[in-house]
């Protein structure tokens, strides 16, 4: 599949030219024809024979823009002046920065914003160590961890590398849900040293969102981290997914008029968003799940079943399959991928069962071409922006930790995410539900408040803190001052 132009490999070329409509149009044509697409064009300087402008194009990666820019060289009268990539451009001295809320302005400013007012601050919450929510930062601040082992489906770079995701998803946060959140890149590779580290931090944290940590380690260090820390604990990798996945899946089930206990699903990939996704399938109500990896079926007979896998084969497959994938496919209403590319062929696809559902997520290059999908599955979903039906963790994550730190939650379970998958897909309304919009977009208003709502309602029912039929919540959610 050849890659289409994106703003992901967008670039700004500085050219200087002959002040004629001719050479524009000369230039235009040209990177087009080597497939560039040219999104914006400003002039910079203009004089009576030359001008100077500057001209964005979307190119479809690092080859192709420098073909597009050498293309150009060969234009009479045109000068190449800087290129800049417009990604690069968007990271420079990175995506975050810190403001104080408070002016400091003279010197009664700064006496109570710091000492000697500070300490009277100090003094309330060591005595009462709850205040700390509503007199510091706590209250609104997640920590986004990683150690780097598992980059955007990159790999190990570190966590160097792994900063500008980090501080990305940070970005995402304050975007979507107002909270404010903080790359922690940790040089730990060791699940008790990452989990030792995460828990010394902790207490500047009302959440802590796990991000691109390997399998199976992430398992092992969030089972640790919820059960030894007072706050919720969420891998996104897992969850975030999981969330979306279920909420597309129950869209796309009402599209094609089947119900999830009846279907049969495959699912593609036994990591971690693999294995989150099965566990809320289930407890969505899936009955017929047969998962894949790259050994092909998992089954309780299989040699080397390590980590998750016995648990998988043991609530799976209840059918016995054995083979590859496309022995499994066969005959199944549903294909979730979250594995690998070009696993999959139209050829498969078309012997799935009537009115079938592809949700071919893997990143940057799907389990099979959308449209190859489309030729035989009513619904197809991808994970990437450039294609309908995109499952993006974004729809989740957000307005899951607003209502976790609304609720002043500690912990996050199945009921919460099970209820964030069905408020996220009631965003979407009846009227508007069709093969190709299953899920909302990313910036569609509604969706933060719909999943915090539901999340934040679970979680004050589940700590007792709300009345189940009055929805009456006390008063100590108030923002009361301690005197």
């Known amino acids: 599949m050849t890659p289409a132009p994106s703003v992901s490999y967008s670039i700004t070329i500085r050219l200087e030219f002959a002040a004629r409509s001719a050479a524009v149009s000369d230039i235009t044509s040209r990177i087009e024809q080597h497939g560039g697409s040219v999104t914006a064009l400003d002039v910079s300087a203009s004089g009576n024979e030359r001008m100077r402008a500057d001209i964005t194009v979307m190119t479809a990666g690092h080859d192709h823009a420098m073909e597009v820019v050498d293309s150009l060289r060969g234009i009479e009268g045109v000068e190449l002046g800087k290129v800049s990539d417009r990604t690069f451009l968007a990271h420079l001295g990175g995506k975050l920065s810190i403001e104080s809320k408070v002016p400091i302005r003279h010197r009664d400013d700064l006496s109570m914003v710091y000492t000697p007012g500070v300490a009277r601050v100090v003094k309330a919450i060591a005595e009462h160590p709850e205040d700390a929510r509503r007199l510091t930062i706590k209250r609104n601040t997640v920590a986004v961890v990683t150690d780097g082992s598992a980059i955007l489906g990159l790999g190990d770079l570190g966590p160097l590398a792994a900063m500008p995701v980090m501080e990305g998803k940070a970005a995402l946060f304050k975007r979507f849900g107002d909270i404010d959140a903080f790359p922690i890149c940790l040089d730990a590779h060791s699940v008790e040293d990452i989990v030792a580290h995460v828990k010394a931090i902790a207490p500047v944290f009302a959440g802590i969102n796990l991000e691109d940590i390997s399998a199976p380690r992430c398992f092992e260090i969030e089972d640790r981290l919820r059960k030894e820390l007072d706050i919720p604990v969420f891998h996104d990798d897992q969850h975030g997914t999981a969330i979306v996945v279920v909420a597309a899946l129950r869209n796309a089930l009402r599209v094609v008029e089947k119900e999830i206990g009846s279907v049969r699903i495959v699912l593609s990939g036994a990591g971690a968003a693999g294995t989150a996704i099965l566990r809320l399938l289930r407890a969505a109500g899936a009955r017929d799940v047969v998962v894949t990896d790259l050994h092909g079926i998992v089954h309780e007979e299989r040699e080397q079943l390590e980590g998750r896998l016995p648990w998988i084969a043991e609530v799976t497959n209840p ?156 008063a100590v959610y108030a923002d009361e001052i301690r005197l």
């Open 319 to 474: 059918r016995g399959l054995k083979g590859t994938l496309a022995d499994a496919i066969a005959g199944a209403d549903v294909f979730i991928g979250v594995s690998a590319g070009n696993i999959l062929t139209a050829e498969d696809v078309s012997t799935m069962a009537p009115r079938s559902i592809v949700f071919a997520m893997a990143n940057p290059t799907p389990e099979i071409d959308p449209a190859e999908a489309a030729k035989h599955a009513e619904v197809v979903a991808t994970g990437r922006s450039d294609f309908a039906n995109q499952i993006n963790n974004v729809l989740a994550f957000p307005g899951v930790f607003r209502g976790l730190l609304d609720a002043q939650a500690t912990d996050v379970n199945d009921r919460m995410l099970l209820a964030a998958a069905s408020a996220l897909a009631d965003v979407v309304a009846p009227d508007e539900l069709n093969p190709t919009y299953i899920v909302p977009s990313v910036f569609h208003k509604g969706v933060t408040k719909a999943v915090a709502t539901a999340v934040k309602r679970v979680a004050r029912e589940d700590a007792g803190t709300v009345d189940a039929v009055t929805g009456a919540i006390p």
